[in-house]
């Protein structure tokens, strides 16, 4: 059984803020500060270039792909972490076309996230050779895997809203065409359990620093499945993934049989070294333990706001099996409410066009954080506190 009374003391939170906002950026864990001093210190200052052999800075993509591995249902050797997630879609993406050479449609919905449709929009002008992307309604997404679909391109779990896709649905009947899906688990990996190995996954990737908490700009991972680990190619080819990086050869020759050569560029090990605090939290969670809790929490949070807020509409499905970690509520004036929220210390974030988004991460928010969130939004909307002109004008980030 996970111990979450553990895992909240693993984090450096400010002292009255209730943070719903880790479904966008995870808060600090406190051994980060003297894990990176002990990088600098111990490691940057002292090692300089021998750091790549002496402090295994190398095969850290590897080591850190495994350990995130296991909080997605990944074999070990079958996950890297590095770059950034926009460019693991355009690299996974690529790599699924490459596998389907015949067909020229990538399908996708017109809920997923707007980079992974840029990523595809920027490749297909790039391949300049008839490709189309197709994003129907969420819903009619399994309707639409059709037999001219190359590569089917999904986020499980919808940023705005939580909805869910079918992915064991999706992917046999992707399968049945002859298309390789793509699944992007930004808002998955760290929620809700997710089984790649088990659910027969071609390709995922995700991000570090939303539910996983390894800080702004952490790497992003790659999983490939291991029959694929022979001939997949990785078309943003760098040294790092080279077979042998060291032979400096002119041509490239993917790393054979193996995740490596998925790995482009040098990497942060700074942002590894980040990573690997994040980890650390996660070493003793049991992903269901999590998501069992998260469910609780949600279903406390939504009967709460829907008795004592009822300005606000439900965005997120009701049913927990079809939705991620976070909870979305409409409401017109959502955003003015989200600062109202901020300024008295509940973190959640905003959504255009008016949805307020409430991250359920059951390592560090409880019950009490819950509780104390719907009582201060309550008296936000008694009081129309967010009437107030400083909670009208839109920040860069919203
Ligand atoms: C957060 C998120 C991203 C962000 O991509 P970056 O390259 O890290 O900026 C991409 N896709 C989805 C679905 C996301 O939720």
């Known amino acids: 059984m996970t111990d979450f009374t553990a895992t909240r003391a693993m984090f450096d939170i400010p002292p009255g803020m209730i943070y719903l906002n880790g479904n966008s950026l995870g808060p600090m864990p406190k051994a980060a500060p003297d894990a990176m001093n002990r990088f600098l210190l111990d490691e940057w200052r002292t090692e300089l270039i021998k750091g790549w052999n002496t402090k295994n800075w190398w095969m850290q993509t590897n080591a850190l792909g495994d350990r995130l591995g296991r909080l997605i249902g990944a074999a070990s050797g079958t996950t890297v972490v590095s770059d950034t997630l926009s460019i ?54 399994l309707d639409s895997i059709t037999e001219d679909v190359a590569v089917v391109m999904l986020t499980e779990v919808d940023y705005r809203t939580g909805r869910r896709h079918d992915m064991a649905a999706i992917i ?46 952490g790497p992003a991972f790659i999983y490939v499945a291991p029959r694929l ?87 997120s499905p009701r049913d927990p099996h079809q939705r991620g970690s976070h909870i979305a509520f409409q409401f017109d004036h959502g955003y003015a409410c989200m600062q109202a929220l901020i300024a008295q210390g509940v973190i959640g974030d905003f959504r255009a066009p008016d949805i307020m988004r409430f991250g359920i991460t059951p390592l560090f928010i409880g019950e009490d954080d819950i509780l104390r969130a719907v009582d201060i939004l309550e008296g936000i909307l008694q009081d129309e506190t967010w009437k107030a002109p400083e909670f009208q004008t839109r920040a860069q980030v919203t």
């Open 172 to 217: 046999e009947k992707a399968h049945r065409v002859g298309a390789v899906v793509v699944w992007d688990l930004a808002h998955s990996a760290g929620a809700i359990p997710v089984d790649v190995a088990g659910s027969n996954v071609d390709f995922a990737v995700g991000c570090t620093y939303k539910y996983l908490n390894a800080g702004p700009g």
């Open 88 to 141: 693991k879609v355009f690299q996974a993406v690529s790599a699924g076309l490459a596998m389907v050479p015949d067909r020229r449609v990538i399908l996708s919905d017109n809920g997923n996230f707007p980079t992974d449709l840029y990523i595809a929009e920027g490749l297909i002008k790039l391949k300049d050779a008839g490709y189309s992307l197709r994003t129907p309604d969420p819903e009619d997404v």
């Open 229 to 315: 680990l022979d001939t997949v190619e990785p078309f943003l080819s760098g040294w790092y993934g080279h077979a042998s990086p060291f032979a400096f050869e002119t041509g490239f020759r993917p790393a054979p049989g193996k995740i490596e050569r998925m790995r482009i560029g040098t990497p942060s090990i700074a942002a590894f070294t980040l990573l690997a605090s994040a980890l650390d939290v996660w070493d003793g969670v049991d992903m269901a333990d999590v998501h069992a809790k998260a469910v609780d929490l949600a279903d406390l949070f939504i009967s709460q706001v829907e008795a004592r807020c009822p300005a606000l509409t439900l965005a």
